[in-house]
Nanobody
Framework: QVQLVESGGGLVQAGGSLRLSCTAS????????IGWFRQTPEKAREFVAA????????HYADSVKGRFTISRDNATNTVFLQMNNLKPEDTAVYYC??????????????????WGQGTQVTVSS
């Protein structure tokens, strides 16, 4: 069972930056597509970004395109989400999840059965 642990959230002012990390417990990390998602009490969980070993390597929600960058370090089994120019509407609990062999686009439509604890991101105005 591959486990994912999210970290790096916090409180930041609008216009600031944060870097989230999603670390996996697996020896086959480079064959997994990893996605970031976020949820608030008022809205359903939504897709944010995904990274895959398959082409295309990355995919973003329109709301974060140009501000967020997803990357991975296979040596440490970690996928990062660099979030710049944060806005109050980015406030949410951020989660990561995985899909083996899948494309980045598949992360938008999969009904994941399990979610981790997530990491809280709060952007003040």
């Amino acid at each position: 069972q591959v486990q994912l642990v999210e970290s790096g959230g916090g409180l930041v002012q609008a216009g600031g930056s944060l870097r989230l990390s999603c670390t996996a417990s697996t020896d086959t990390f480079n064959s997994w597509t990893i996605g970031w998602f976020r949820q608030t009490p008022e809205k359903a969980r939504e897709f944010v970004a995904a990274h895959s070993w398959r082409e295309p390597n990355t995919h973003y929600a329109d709301s974060v395109k140009g501000r967020f960058t997803i990357s991975r370090d296979n040596a440490t089994n970690t996928v990062f989400l660099q979030m710049n120019n944060l806005k109050p509407e980015d406030t949410a609990v951020y989660y990561c999840n995985k899909n083996r062999w899948g494309s980045v686009y598949s992360m938008r439509t999969i009904g994941f059965a399990y979610w981790g604890q997530g990491t809280q991101v709060t952007v003040s105005s």
